[in-house]
């Protein structure tokens, strides 16, 4: 069966340091697509990046990066230089490009920059 | 005016009784979704659909159905509310292009009582 997990429901982080949230995924496709979004205290959901399986290179977006590890069904989304800004929710998504269609999601990490 | 709306934004509502969050878009997108947030859980598949006549089930079907009125309208029903469907509802749109993401809506905020 599909799923994606996302192991760490909280981290603390210091304003300005890298920061890795941790996502893994199980799907027996060969085709598929993985996204990242942030959903802040307001309540919106904001995508924030794309990689596709058949990529060859990690996709990156402003200070986002994905580091896609095919080999060990892991997709952890990057956040160089955090900033207050980024405190919020970070769910990572997966797309099963078959039939099916399905976008499925983790359950989340809330991310807490500290000053 | 946001490309993906739902109405309404908050509701409380008894259990038993029948609700219906609707859910309309103008991005011209033919893949919609209905996802519900709880906390912990992240977000769940309730209904997706392709087009009018094509409405799937997601990972969580039981106790809601959907209806898609237009290429453009949305709906999700439950026939009789129970406190354990409350929950944050959110409307999604995506269009055909492989990288294509999530559209999302503001969301729908359900109480049952």
């Known amino acids: 069966a599909q799923k994606i997990t996302q192991t760490q429901p909280g981290m603390f982080v210091q304003e300005k340091e890298a920061v890795t949230l941790d996502c893994t995924y199980d799907?027996?496709?060969?085709?598929?697509?993985l996204f990242w979004y942030k959903q802040p205290s307001s309540g919106e959901m904001i995508f924030l990046i794309y990689q596709g399986s058949y990529d060859q290179q990690n996709a990156t977006e402003g200070r986002y990066s994905l580091n896609f590890q095919k080999a060990r069904k892991s997709a952890n989304l990057v956040i160089s230089a955090s900033q207050l800004g980024d405190s919020a929710m970070y769910f990572c998504a997966m797309r099963l490009m078959n039939r099916d269609d399905k976008i499925i999601f983790g359950k989340g990490t809330r991310l807490h920059i500290l000053p | 005016d946001a490309d993906v709306t739902q109405t309404p934004r908050n509701r409380i509502t008894k259990t038993g009784k029948r609700i219906m969050l609707e859910c309309s878009q103008t991005?011209?997108?033919?893949?919609m979704y209905w996802y519900r947030q709880d906390p912990g859980l992240g977000l769940r598949l309730i209904y997706y659909?392709?087009?009018?006549?094509?409405?799937n089930k997601g990972e969580i079907s039981d106790g809601y159905s959907v209806s898609r009125q237009a290429q453009a309208k949305f709906s999700l029903s439950l026939e009789s509310a129970i406190p354990n469907q409350t929950a944050l509802y959110f409307c999604?749109?995506?269009?055909?292009?492989?990288?294509?993401?999530?559209?999302f809506g503001e969301g729908s905020r359900l109480t049952v009582l």
């Open positions: 799907t027996s496709d060969p085709s598929y697509g």
């Open positions: 659909s392709f087009d009018v006549k094509d409405i």
């Open positions: 991005k011209g997108h033919d893949r």
């Open positions: 999604a749109t995506r269009g055909q292009e492989n990288t294509g993401e999530l559209f």
